[in-house]
Structures are given as structure tokens and as C-alpha cells.
């Protein structure tokens, strides 16, 4: 049942993507670019699932289990453990040079619509 | 004219239904829960004890065998803090005299005879000095016509006394459980998640107190002082492997017994700089947002003057 959670992440993925898209609100289209970063932390947990394993941790083994016996054992898998932590605080950093930015274009243009900053073009 | 808040939505379903589709093929191509571990992970899980005495093989992941992973991740979080840093900064006082590369041209150019010395400004100097006092003596910041947004997060005062007890009693504990978190580092945590929590300590003396009080303490040039310490830290214990050991991220710090708070030995001292680094590295983000609110443009036609081409 896994593939529910693989699609869940896919589905979360296109709906920021649909927000970043379509939307004009620059505070919007930050929350579609959460979104989809939020979406890569269900994949990595997802991935990192073995049904019926323990949490790869060898201390305190679970009952009639060695922290050997663990190590070849069923067990999640703690790279992809890693890849969501560091993500998760990347995330929080880059959110905020995204917010940065969108409070300086509203002070600057005095708006939060896409379609007024124009200043780049042509 | 009121427009509509969706910008072209057909075209970006179409789009979204492409990526989708994409997207729910490769879900296919996944591995599933009965797969095995891959190498890496097993490799990780089988040097834990042996290699690094710590019985947390994330950690010793994060840290030891992808450490120079997580080394390039802290430097990206590091230019992510500069960037919101820099872009938040507000508006200096301007210390030279304006002019300057005008007065000292024609100076140079023999015009003026020598007039500018002795410290006495041209008549262009001294009015476009007084222009820019003018605009600064101006009294409070300046006013948007039409403001976005409301500045209640800077003029936020404390909040009632039932809030502000709650939060006393509950930030030590939470700021106690964070460090524990990054020191008992063979067990569940590390500086990732402990400066989080750290973190969230402060918002939360943000939240009970309000900017103005938490600002006079939680200062943005110590702040700042501390996160320089955390990287070089961070630098220094992974070049030292590079120098003595041969090897970037190799562990030069003695290995305490397993299940002890010295037994990661470099894996412990990076995640307690990482704890640093993240702590202070998020702090100063969501300070340096909250405090950015007096450099408002003031008006449509300064703009076009000045504004535009900045």
C-alpha cells in the first residue's frame, strides 16, 4: 500500500506546481513552491519504509533482537532519514529568502501581484 | 480592473496533467516496502559501532559517511541566511559627502581652484545634503498610500499574562529537550532537529513578549558572530580529517564508550556546531523578516525617479 503514499506525494507535487502556475499572488505561488518541497519529504519517508521493519536505531533492539542482528535485519532505511532532515531545515531557509522577496517587491511596488512587477521587461 | 486570480488555469492544467502523468509512471519504477536496503544504508548501519561508537546510524549518516553532504547543505543554508540578510538590511545613513566623485573631478580638473578644500562644500553638496536630511528627519518611517500588509508584527506588545506564564514555564523545558536532542547524539536527534527546537524557543518569547522585548535580547550582530563560529567549526573539523587522516570528514577526536555523549567523537562535535549553525542560521532568517517594515517607497513619481533603476 505504499503506491498510496507515492501517489499522495506526486498528487501534493502538482498541486504546488498548479499553484506556482497559475496563480498571481507571490505569496500563493511561495505556498505552491512549500508545496512542493513538502511533497519530496512524504516520497523520502515513503521510500525509506520497509513493511514490518524497526526503526534503524540499535539501541534498545526490540525483543529477542541484537544490535547485530538488527544491523542485517529488517530495518527502514536511514539515508533517506537523513535526506528529510537536512531538506526540512533547507526548506525553512530558502522559504525565507522567497518571503524576503516578496516583502521588498510589495514595498517597492506597493503590491503582491505578479502582473505589476514589470520593471525586468523590455 | 479587478482581475482574476487564476492566470491562464487551462493552460496550466494541461501542464500540470503532463507533469502528472509523468509523474504517476515513474511512481511505478519505485521501489517498494519489500525492497531490500541499499548498499549504503547497510554499509552505514554495519560502521556504526565499530567505526564511530554511536548506536544512531542516522547520525552517523548525516555526519560520517555522507558528511561532506551535509557539509555542503550547512553552507547552503549559510548563503540562504546572507541572502535574507542582505536583502532585509534597512536603510544606512549615508556617511561620505554626497557628490563626492563630482567635487573630486573637477578638482582634479583644476575648475574649482581648490574651493572644496578645508571642508567646505560646493552649493550642489550642501543642497543635495539637505534634501537627503530632510527626507530622513521626516519623522517616523515612512507610509505606503495604500499598505500592504499590517506592521503589527513590529509594534506587537506582550501577550496576556496567562500566555506569557504558559511560555516561561514551557521554553526552558523545550530549550533543555533541544540541547539533549544534539548532545545524547547515539540515540534519536542531532544539531538539525536541536536547533529547530531552539528555534522555536525564541518564536516562542516572540509570540509572549513581542518583537520589541525579544529584539533586546536576541541581538542580530551576536547572532551572526555565532553562526560565523558554527561554520568554522564545521570547516575545522572536516579539513582536519583532510590534513590528518587523509581524508575530508574522517574522525580525528577520540571515541568515547558507546551510549555515552562522547562517543561519536567528530560525528558529535559536527552536529554540536551544526546545532549552532542552524539555530542561529534560522533565528536571524525569521528576525531579519520580522523586522523589515520602515523602507516603504514613498511615492509613484520618487519611484520613477530614483526607484526604478536601483
Redesign the interface.
Known sequence: MILFNYFAAAALFCLGLYAVITRRNLIKIVLGLSLMESSTYLLMVSLAYRSGSTAPLLVNPPKGQTPSSLVHGNVADPVLQNFCLTAVIIGVAVTGVFLTVVVRIAQHYNSIDADDIRAMRG | MA?A?????K???L??AA??TC??AA??T??????P??A???Y???V??PKWHT????NE??YGT?GF??FG?TF??LA??V??VV??RSKERRRTVLLEDVLASEEQLGLRGGRARGGQKSPESAAAEQEERADDSAGPPRE???R??SREPERATAMTVVVRGGIRAVAPVLAVAGIYLAAWG???G?G??A??VLTGVVLLAYVAYGHRAVSRIVRRNTLENLEMLGAAAIIGLEVAGLVLKGSFSANVLPLGQV?TIRSGGLLQAFSASELIE?ST??TL??F??LS?GS???EEESH?DEH??GR
Not at chain 2, 486570480?5 to 488555469?9: A, E, G, N, T
Not at chain 2, 519505485?30 to 525492497?35: K, Q, Y
Not at chain 2, 548506536?55 to 542516522?58: C, D, K, L, Q, R
Open positions: 482581475r486570480d487564476l492566470h491562464r488555469p493552460l496550466g492544467l501542464l500540470v507533469v502528472a509523474l504517476g511512481v511505478f519505485l521501489p517498494r516496502d519489500g525492497a536496503l541499499p549504503v544504508a547497510r552505514a548501519m554495519e556504526a559501532i548506536t544512531e546510524p542516522v549518516i548525516v555522507r553532504d551535509t547543505e547552503l543554508l540562504a541566511v541572502g535574507v536583502i532585509s505606503p498610500h495604500s500592504v500588509g547515539y540515540s534519536p542531532g538539525f532537529p536547533g529547530a551510549q542552524v542560521g534560522l532568517v525569521i531579519a523578516f523589515m523602507d516603504w517607497t519611484d526607484g526604478r
